[in-house]
Structure formats: C-alpha cells, structure tokens
C-alpha cells in the first residue's frame, strides 16, 4: 500500500504544456528569431535552463533573448486557475482524508511552483515541495524523487507526464504512474496510464 503521492506540476496538475510552448513559439516570431527546435516534444519536462539550451545553441545570444523572454513573459502570465486541472482539488481532499502524504516535484522555478500552489487554493495539501533549480542534477537524474521519497518516508509513487519525468522516478525506484496528454509524448516507461487523476483513488 502506498502511503504518499509525488507530483509533477506542469502537464500533471496543471495543463500548462501547450501555453509555455506556443507563449515561446510566439516571443521567437515576434523578434523575428528562429529557435532551434519547433518541436513541442524537445521541451516538455525540461527546466527552464535545459529549455532554453535547445531553443538557441549560440550562448551570448541565448543570455541576452531569456533577459528579454522574462520581461515578455511577465505580460503574458498563464492563468493558474485555468489551467489547474479540474480534478486535482477532489483528488487531494480524498488523498488527505486517507492520510497520504502529497508533494510536488516540478522542473519549474520554485517561486512559479509556490505561485501555483498558493492562487489554486492547494496549500493545505501540500506536505513537501521541491524544485529543479535547487538540485544539482534535473530530470531525467533521480535525485528530486529521491529526495521527495525520502521526505515523505514510506512508500511513494509518482505522477509523471514526460519522458524525461518518468526516467527521473523510474530511476528514483518509484512506481510510477503516467497522466495521459493531448500531444505526443512518449510515456512507455511509465508503469500505468490513466486517463485521469481520479483513477489514482483506485491504488492509493
């Protein structure tokens, strides 16, 4: 029986995927800049620096657009509550009432983690969170699972969505579960699919 739940944030608890590609597609037309990579795929469960490391090879050019990205980012923020995925208060209420344990693991920036988490109304849930930026090593390497099993102590699975997600808890030791998406991603390694954060009740 598994007695905490550890998961992603971007493809996971929100449907966040789609915005931060098209919003980069977008910043890239608008200063007339091909990336190096139109392929939604190449991105998604990567860190922002990863990111932004296949989006411009040349690095004096790379530092110089992520300055002007996060000014252009600012005027075009994801609406937190609109992405959050439908299901995701029901399924922590009725994870909390059981005494599971929840956490967060995302590749994201703490501050936009912790951002989602307060406007959502989701941090009473919450009993860990962890960032990609504050580890040495990001997914696909073990290390952020590791730790957040730890944290939680007792038996844990995880809720991916990318490839290089599942890689990270498969290689953490953790079953791991495999939210289903709209866009190609390859999900083969996950242990289970589901269709719905809802089916999680069924095992946790």
């Known amino acids: 029986m598994y007695n905490s ?3 992603d944030m971007d493809g996971v608890l929100i449907d966040s995927e789609n915005f931060y590609f098209e919003r980069r597609m977008k910043y890239f037309d608008m200063i007339n800049v091909e990336p190096a990579s139109r392929n ?3 991105y998604v469960g990567k860190t922002e620096e990863s990111t ?3 989006l411009v ?4 050019l790379r530092v110089a657009l992520k300055k002007d990205y996060a000014i252009f980012r600012e005027d075009n923020q994801i609406d937190l509550q609109q992405a959050l995925r439908i299901e995701v208060p029901e399924v922590m209420q009725k994870l909390k009432k059981r005494d599971k344990k929840i956490a967060i693991a995302s590749s994201s920036k703490r501050k936009d983690v912790e951002e989602m988490v307060q406007q959502c109304g989701l941090t009473s849930y919450i009993d860990y969170l962890i960032s990609g930026e504050e580890l040495r090593e990001s997914k696909p390497h073990p290390e952020i699972y ?3 099993a730890k944290k939680l102590g007792g038996k844990a699975i995880a809720v991916e969505d990318s490839f290089v997600g599942i890689e ?3 290689a953490a030791g953790l079953y791991t579960v495999a939210l289903k998406q709209e866009y ?5 390694r996950a242990d289970w699919q589901i ?3 809802l089916k999680l009740l069924a095992m946790v």
């Open 5 to 7: 739940v550890i998961f």
């Open 40 to 42: 939604m795929s190449d």
């Open 52 to 54: 932004w490391e296949q």
């Open 57 to 60: 090879q040349d690095e004096s």
């Open 146 to 148: 590791e730790i957040s």
């Open 168 to 170: 990270s808890a498969k």
């Open 184 to 188: 190609d991603v390859d999900q083969s």
């Open 195 to 197: 269709d719905s954060l």
